[in-house]
């Protein structure tokens, strides 16, 4: 073994501030390095092999090692390896992609932006309310609401729209003009003998309360993911769009979709906003659109938001936004062969039909467990709400970190799940390309694992 093998851990801890990690903690424990991947498989440097359950961070959905995709980069890089799009420069494969993307998302978007990843593709569209509202003569109308569980990115802005108290504490956010309202998590927050509709009414007039109360004058745009990923797999309930889309509607309140988790197969349709007819102005994407292989995002825009920036730079100038990897060509390559992979392999109609076997599996295997709350989700993404007493509708102490326990028992057991200790739960996000023996093994595997820790 080689100096530089051998060492990796230690070198690994003196020389990176690792991303949401708790660095008093990793000093103890140290870093699990991955070392390469197949399929849904990972082998770290220990030598263990394990299961993807979360592809990544909700994005592997084609699998690890397909050749279709280093095969693109290879040949985008040798072609044409950078060039910036700034002042009307373009690419090939950058305008190439853009088509594809307005074909298969929804009909009323009309341009596309491109970056590196969803937090810049969120702060972007922040930037773009901003202008816009500038532009039409409302400058005041500049208040951007989110929801409280919600993630949007860790970036100053975009950290200020993820509704997770741990990204604002000590960071001195969120920034002026960002606004919460509560989450859609039905589980955990409706009133005692209220339906999900009537839940979802409420929620729409807490949201319009917000509104008047800070003047509907004031509020530029809505953001929401169609089902909240790192606040804890959150599934609309029963009307909850519907009911929020007659709000932003009424105030003329731009609604931002938030698609990097559930864009491209996850829910098994091709976004999110097809599930709960969502119908947005603008909309992010990001993580699956090149399955991770590449840091790359897509935000769109309507046709009417569109003409006013062109109106707006006529009368201003240059719209002066943008980033040095923008349209890039590689990513831009990359995601094209990636979009290929879905489509030949049929993964959207696979995550759908998979999906509803491993939420089948999950909810079949815990049905008489008192430890388990809720199985949720929708298509290939779900989360197990763990419960100290489920019947009684007790949630865990927080500070026992159970779900934390649980999914170091599932990695020592070949399995990677993730905690969302905000809502004591563990969640899966199995690429797309998993089959339904993988999810038995998945699903098994998971079930020893939290019976070890929850019986210890």
Same mark, same amino acid.
């Given at each position: 073994?080689?100096?530089?093998?051998?060492?990796?851990?230690?070198?690994?801890?003196?020389?990176?501030?690792?991303?949401?990690?708790?660095?008093?903690?990793?000093?103890?424990?140290?870093?699990?390095?991955?070392?390469?991947?197949?399929?849904?498989?990972?082998?770290?440097?220990?030598?263990?092999?394990?299961?993807?359950?979360?592809?990544?961070?909700?994005?592997?959905?084609?699998?690890?090692?397909?050749?279709?995709?280093?095969?693109?980069?290879?040949?985008?890089?040798?072609?044409?390896?950078?060039?910036?799009?700034?002042?009307?420069?373009?690419?090939?494969?950058?305008?190439?992609?853009?088509?594809?993307?307005?074909?298969?998302?929804?009909?009323?978007?009309?341009?596309?932006?491109?970056?590196?990843?969803?937090?810049?593709?969120?702060?972007?569209?922040?930037?773009?309310?901003?202008?816009?509202?500038?532009?039409?003569?409302?400058?005041?109308?500049?208040?951007?609401?989110?929801?409280?569980?919600?993630?949007?990115?860790?970036?100053?802005?975009?950290?200020?729209?993820?509704?997770?108290?741990?990204?604002?504490?000590?960071?001195?956010?969120?920034?002026?003009?960002?606004?919460?309202?509560?989450?859609?998590?039905?589980?955990?927050?409706?009133?005692?003998?209220?339906?999900?509709?009537?839940?979802?009414?409420?929620?729409?007039?807490?949201?319009?309360?917000?509104?008047?109360? @800070? =003047?509907?004058?004031?509020? #530029?745009?809505? /953001?929401?993911?169609? $089902?909240?990923? !790192?606040?804890?797999? +959150?599934?609309?309930?029963?009307?909850?769009?519907?009911?929020?889309?007659?709000?932003?509607?009424?105030?003329?309140?731009?609604?931002?979709?938030?698609?990097?988790?559930?864009?491209?197969?996850?829910?098994?349709?091709?976004?999110?906003?097809?599930?709960?007819?969502?119908?947005?102005?603008?909309?992010?994407?990001?993580?699956?659109?090149?399955?991770?292989?590449?840091?790359?995002?897509?935000?769109?825009?309507?046709?009417?938001?569109?003409?006013?920036?062109?109106?707006?730079?006529?009368?201003?100038?240059?719209?002066? @936004? =943008?980033?040095?990897?923008? #349209?890039?060509? /590689?990513?831009?390559? $990359?995601?094209? !062969?990636?979009?290929? +992979?879905?489509?030949?392999?049929?993964?959207?109609?696979?995550?759908?039909?998979?999906?509803?076997?491993?939420?089948?599996?999950?909810?079949?295997?815990?049905?008489?467990?008192?430890?388990?709350?809720?199985?949720?989700?929708?298509?290939?993404?779900?989360?197990?709400?763990?419960?100290?007493?489920?019947?009684?509708?007790?949630?865990?102490?927080?500070?026992?970190?159970?779900?934390?326990?649980?999914?170091?028992?599932?990695?020592?057991?070949?399995?990677?799940?993730?905690?969302?200790?905000?809502?004591?739960?563990?969640?899966?996000?199995?690429?797309?390309?998993?089959?339904?023996?993988?999810?038995?093994?998945?699903?098994?595997?998971?079930?020893?694992?939290?019976?070890?820790?929850?019986?210890?």
């Amino acid at each position: 073994m080689s100096f530089h093998e051998k060492d990796l851990k230690k070198l690994d801890a003196d020389t990176i501030l690792h991303p949401s990690t708790n660095a008093h903690e990793f000093a103890k424990s140290g870093s699990k390095i991955m070392q390469n991947g197949q399929g849904i498989y990972l082998q770290d440097t220990d030598g263990n092999r394990l299961i993807d359950a979360v592809a990544g961070l909700w994005c592997v959905n084609v699998g690890y090692g397909r050749p279709e995709l280093a095969d693109a980069m290879h040949s985008a890089a040798t072609n044409l390896s950078y060039y910036h799009t700034f002042t009307g420069m373009s690419n090939v494969p950058q305008i190439e992609l853009a088509e594809r993307l307005l074909n298969l998302a929804p009909s009323n978007m009309s341009k596309v932006f491109f970056a590196s990843g969803g937090s810049d593709g969120n702060d972007s569209l922040m930037k773009i309310v901003w202008y816009y509202h500038n532009l039409i003569g409302k400058p005041q109308k500049r208040k951007i609401i989110s929801r409280w569980q919600a993630y949007h990115g860790t970036s100053i802005a975009t950290a200020s729209l993820t509704g997770l108290p741990s990204f604002h504490k000590d960071f001195n956010l969120p920034i002026e003009g960002v606004l919460h309202t509560e989450s859609p998590d039905y589980f955990r927050h409706a009133l005692e003998g209220e339906s999900e509709l009537e839940f979802s009414k409420r929620r729409a007039k807490q949201l319009e309360d917000l509104i008047l109360e @800070h =003047g509907p004058d004031t509020v #530029g745009a809505f /953001i929401a993911e169609p $089902v909240m990923g !790192a606040g804890g797999v +959150i599934t609309p309930p029963e009307g909850y769009f519907a009911e929020i889309q007659k709000i932003t509607k009424k105030y003329d309140i731009l609604f931002i979709a938030d698609e990097v988790v559930c864009g491209f197969g996850r829910l098994g349709t091709w976004f999110g906003s097809e599930v709960y007819d969502i119908k947005p102005d603008m909309m992010t994407t990001a993580k699956a659109l090149t399955s991770g292989y590449f840091p790359f995002s897509a935000s769109f825009i309507t046709e009417e938001i569109w003409d006013v920036i062109k109106q707006g730079s006529a009368k201003y100038g240059s719209f002066a @936004h =943008g980033y040095t990897y923008a #349209g890039h060509p /590689i990513g831009a390559a $990359v995601a094209m !062969a990636n979009l290929d +992979i879905i489509e030949n392999e049929k993964l959207v109609d696979k995550s759908a039909d998979v999906g509803a076997y491993f939420h089948q599996s999950l909810n079949q295997r815990f049905a008489n467990d008192n430890f388990v709350g809720q199985v949720r989700g929708q298509g290939m993404i779900a989360a197990v709400q763990l419960m100290a007493d489920a019947e009684n509708k007790v949630f865990l102490d927080s500070s026992l970190k159970t779900a934390g326990k649980v999914t170091a028992k599932c990695y020592e057991n070949g399995l990677i799940a993730r905690p969302l200790p905000s809502v004591d739960s563990v969640a899966f996000s199995p690429p797309l390309v998993t089959t339904k023996e993988e999810v038995d093994q998945i699903v098994d595997i998971f079930e020893a694992s939290v019976r070890a820790v929850i019986e210890a």
